[in-house]
């Protein structure tokens, strides 16, 4: 079970703009960046969104990320039907010595 | 272009110890611009980091595996390795090799493809 917690699905029609949601503590999103990776169907995960809001070289703008408290979200804006995947969020936990930490993970289907 | 590609057995019994390795081409390991870690996946479960090391020797591990876990580099090789003691059924798992950006923790870019290691007798 992940100290950052996500939902396990969200959908959404092409065109339309959804939200995932990631909530962690005082200890890894309350004091650390929020990071979003894509992860397509059988492939490795891609980062898409880095220190909360920043979006890395080809990542398209339709891609947006934020950060409030101790929770961040990712938000896709103009959905498409290859956006379907697998988000997950990740930051750094500063306790017990520090360390990365991933969310479980959310299944976006584009219906 | 980096390019990371894991390598190692598919399947590993119980009680014993799953050894991988990580070869990265068109650039070397030895930099002071990158770590080299280890994420894993459980087949349709969530993403969880292993561990992470630096040229100069430097190792860092995911606080829940540290104990079971060594992670090392060669550079006259090019690779850096895994090894994970005491293997269980639950440490079955798509293993990712990863490069990680020195100046920032969470940015793990390229990874390798990843290799499925399941742990049965």
């Known amino acids: 079970q992940s100290v950052l917690t996500q939902p396990p699905s969200v959908s959404g029609t092409p065109g339309q703009r959804i939200t995932i949601s990631c909530s962690g503590g005082?200890?890894?999103?309350?004091?650390?960046?929020a990071y979003w990776y894509q992860q397509l169907s059988g492939s490795a995960p891609k980062l898409l969104i880095y220190?909360?809001?920043q979006r890395p070289s080809g990542v398209p703008d339709r891609f947006s990320g934020s950060k409030s408290g101790t929770s961040a979200s990712l938000a896709i804006s103009g959905l498409r039907s290859e956006d379907e995947a697998d988000y997950y969020c990740?930051?750094?936990?500063?306790?017990?010595?520090?360390?990365?930490?991933f969310g479980g993970g959310t299944k976006l289907t584009v219906l | 272009q980096l390019q990371l590609q894991e390598s190692g057995p598919g399947l590993v019994t119980p009680s014993e110890t799953l050894s991988l390795t990580c070869t990265v081409s068109?650039?070397?390991?030895?930099?002071?611009?990158?770590?080299w870690g280890w994420i894993r996946q459980p087949p349709g479960k969530g993403l969880e980091w292993i561990a992470s090391v630096y040229f100069s020797g430097s190792t860092y591990y995911n606080p829940s595996l540290k104990s079971r876990v060594t992670i090392s580099m060669d550079t006259s090789k090019n690779q850096f390795s895994l090894k994970l003691s005491s293997v269980t059924a639950a440490d079955t798992a798509v293993y990712y090799c990863?490069?990680?950006?020195?100046?920032?923790?969470?940015?793990?870019?390229?990874w390798g493809q990843g290799t499925l290691v399941t742990v049965s007798s």
């Open positions: 990740a930051t750094w936990d500063d306790s017990v010595s520090g360390h990365v930490v």
């Open positions: 005082n200890s890894n999103i309350g004091t650390n960046n």
């Open positions: 990863a490069r990680r950006t020195s100046s920032d923790p969470i940015w793990f870019d390229p």
């Open positions: 068109g650039g070397s390991i030895r930099t002071t611009s990158s770590y």
């Open positions: 220190r909360n809001n």
